[in-house]
Each structure stands twice: as structure tokens, then as C-alpha cells.
T-cell receptor, first 113, second 113 residues
Framework: AQKVTQAQTEISVVEKEDVTLDCVYE???????LFWYKQPPSGELVFLIR??????QNEISGRYSWNFQKSTSSFNFTITASQVVDSAVYFC??????????FGAGTTVTVRA | GAGVSQSPSNKVTEKGKDVELRCDPI?????LYWYRQSLGQGLEFLIY????????KSGLPSDRFSAERTGGSVSTLTIQRTQQEDSAVYLC???????????FGSGTRLTVV
């Protein structure tokens, strides 16, 4: 069975602070994919990033960066210099051989002006 | 179409009535998923269609829930004899061959009164 754990329920920051969202996963599959999605107050799920299990290279894309560590089964996500528009619920998700997405419970990020 | 289209966007129904929710995936996407998101909760997998294979129905919460996908494209999720606990946002996603990226629709907000 696959499991995704987002231990942080809510994070509140002041604009321009960095925000790091933790994600820990469990899977028996050797090939799997990890995702981060954003759900703003409007409700739609917005795809942010995807990583496969063979690619541990960490990258930066604009104000987003991620840290994938297979050894600790973690896939953390950072927003640098947060803005009010970053306020949303962020979901970490995993898909394995069965291609079904397993979601974490989500972390609500509130960025105050 | 350009994105995943779901209809209706909102549905209010009386307890005990049947409802049908529709999902029109991205053209060419072979995989289609239904998820449910109850208020303030994460996403719960319901059912997964991949090409002409038998659907994975392992997430359907009861036999009141069923789904079909006609012609490998449009899908309909049917809830019979709705209950108040069925109130949630029902999200549809499509993907090209599974884990290559999942695109979500805007969802149908179902309210059972």
C-alpha cells in the first residue's frame, strides 16, 4: 500500500518569508512518481512539479524548489520569498505501478501581507 | 478540449435521489480518474479507467456508486440514493498513460440536503 504523509496541517508566514512543506512517502514500488499540487481558494488543483524515483536531482523553478531524498523517502517543497497569491492548500502525491495517485492530507499555507 | 471539463459545476439534490456527474477528459488521454474531496479533507480515490482495461473500482465507498466511460472518452459517475455524507467535491482527472502527469477538472460540488 502507498502512503503519503504531510505532517504540517497549517503554516502561516509573512510575505517574503520562505516556506518549506514536508512530505514523506511509503511505497513498495521501485518505480514511482512524486507530485506537488496547489489548490487555491477557487478550488481547482494546479500541477506544480513531478519527479520520478530515478531522478534525485533537485531543481529550482522560479520561486519553487524541491528536495527529493530517496534515502529518507522525503519530497519536500519550498516556496522562496512567499507572496499572498501563494496562499493555498498544497498536496503532495505519489503514483506507483498502479498509476493511482495517493494524496497526502494537504498543508494549508497562509501568506500574510 | 484544452482541459478536463466537468459538469455540472454545482449540484444540489435531495436525499434519496440519484445524481450523475460528467467528466470530459483531455483528448487523447487514455487514463481517467475520479476523486472525492470532502470539506477540509484530502482527496480520496474512487475509480480509475485505463484504455480498454477493466476499471479499478477499489475506491468506490459503496455499491451506490458506479461509473462508466463510453468510447474511451467521456465518463459518468452515478450516485444512487444519495446520502448527506455524499456531499463533497467530485474531481475528475485525466492522464496520458498514467503517471505522465495528471490534469484535474474544476470539480462538481455536490450538496445533498
Amino acid at each position: 500500500a502507498q502512503k503519503v504523509t504531510q505532517a504540517q496541517t497549517e503554516i502561516s508566514v509573512v510575505e517574503k518569508e520562505d516556506v518549506t512543506l514536508d512530505c514523506v512517502y511509503e511505497t513498495r514500488d521501485t518505480t514511482y512518481y512524486l507530485f506537488w499540487y496547489k489548490q487555491p481558494p477557487s478550488g481547482e488543483l494546479v500541477f506544480l512539479i513531478r519527479r520520478n524515483s530515478f531522478d534525485e536531482q533537485n531543481e529550482i523553478s522560479g520561486r519553487y524548489s524541491w528536495n527529493f531524498q530517496k534515502s529518507t523517502s522525503s519530497f519536500n517543497f519550498t516556496i522562496t520569498a512567499s507572496q499572498v497569491v501563494d496562499s493555498a492548500v498544497y498536496f503532495c502525491a505519489l503514483s506507483g505501478n498502479d498509476y493511482k495517485l495517493s494524496f497526502g492530507a494537504g498543508t494549508t499555507v497562509t501568506v500574510r501581507a | 478540449g484544452a482541459g478536463v471539463s466537468q459538469s455540472p459545476s454545482n449540484k444540489v439534490t435531495e436525499k434519496g435521489k440519484d445524481v450523475e456527474l460528467r467528466c470530459d477528459p483531455i483528448s487523447g488521454h487514455t487514463a481517467l480518474y475520479w476523486y472525492r474531496q470532502s470539506l477540509g479533507q484530502g482527496l480520496e480515490f474512487l475509480i480509475y479507467f485505463q484504455g480498454n482495461s477493466a476499471p479499478d473500482k477499489s475506491g468506490l465507498p459503496s455499491d451506490r456508486f458506479s461509473a462508466e466511460r463510453t468510447g474511451g472518452s467521456v465518463s459518468t459517475l452515478t450516485i444512487q440514493r444519495t446520502q448527506q455524507e455524499d456531499s463533497a467535491v467530485y474531481l475528475c482527472a485525466s492522464s496520458f498513460r498514467g503517471s505522465y502527469g495528471y490534469t484535474f477538472g474544476s470539480g462538481t460540488r455536490l450538496t445533498v440536503v
